[in-house]
Antibody
């Protein structure tokens, strides 16, 4: 069974940093694109970033996180990361990790984690 | 990058059909056959319903179908059922290694 479990969220002050993790199981992690998607409270889904299976392809970031967030992965640990620096109040959201589908994994996602809440507030 | 444009809400009675539109530009929806649709029930993670404009993942009922014309993609749900009531989001490749979601549409089954 495919499982994605996010961790590392919590309350942080504006300007602070957090590192989210997404532990994957039930599939060959290194074969799949992985994405981060966020959802502010009561708002819609927003794509954040993506990374291919072996990290060899161009990483993608939404404009609003470029230079502040870094996506990475450790295939030996079956874990995806999102390092978030210079956090802003508007980064407050539930952050989901999602697996890219087999055929077009760079643009569509078939499994999602349960999400982890990040709150940026003073 | 602005979100793709979706109607805020649509509604239909059980058994009827509804269509949710997703309008972008030639730089996203119109430029690539990479539109996907997600269903999200309150408090739950999203679920993939359609990918690559028209393809349906295994396990998704064939009542759900996708299409695209120009810069507008559409999700059609036929034979509406109570459990279809949810938020629906479109998503498109937007070039330069980025993706863009729509603002979401709340489907109410009357």
């Amino acid at each position: 069974e495919v499982q994605l479990v996010e961790s590392g969220g919590g309350l942080v002050q504006p300007g602070g940093s957090l590192r989210l993790s997404c532990a994957a199981s039930g599939f060959t992690f290194s074969r799949y694109w992985m994405h981060w998607v966020r959802q502010a409270p009561g708002k819609g889904l927003v794509w954040v970033s993506r990374l291919n299976g072996d990290g060899s392809s161009t990483i993608g970031y939404a404009d609003f996180v470029k230079g502040r967030f870094t996506i990475s992965r450790n295939n030996a640990k079956n874990t995806l990361y999102l390092q978030m620096n210079s956090l802003r109040v508007e980064d407050t959201a539930v952050y989901y990790c999602a697996r890219g589908i087999d055929s077009s994994g760079h643009v569509s996602f078939d499994y999602w984690g349960q999400g982890i809440l990040v709150t940026v507030s003073s | 990058q602005s979100a793709l444009t979706q109607p805020r809400s649509v509604s239909g009675s059980p058994g009827q059909s509804v269509t949710i539109s997703c309008t972008g530009t030639s730089s996203d929806v119109g430029g690539y056959n990479y539109v996907s649709w997600y269903q999200q029930h309150p408090g739950k993670a999203p679920k993939l319903m359609i990918y690559d404009v028209t393809k349906r993942p295994s396990g998704v009922p064939d009542r759900f179908s996708g299409s695209k014309s120009g810069n507008t993609a559409s999700l059609t749900i036929s034979g509406l059922q109570a459990e279809d009531e949810a938020d629906y989001y479109c998503c498109s490749y937007a070039g330069y290694y980025t993706l863009l979601f729509g603002g979401g549409t709340k489907l109410t089954v009357l």
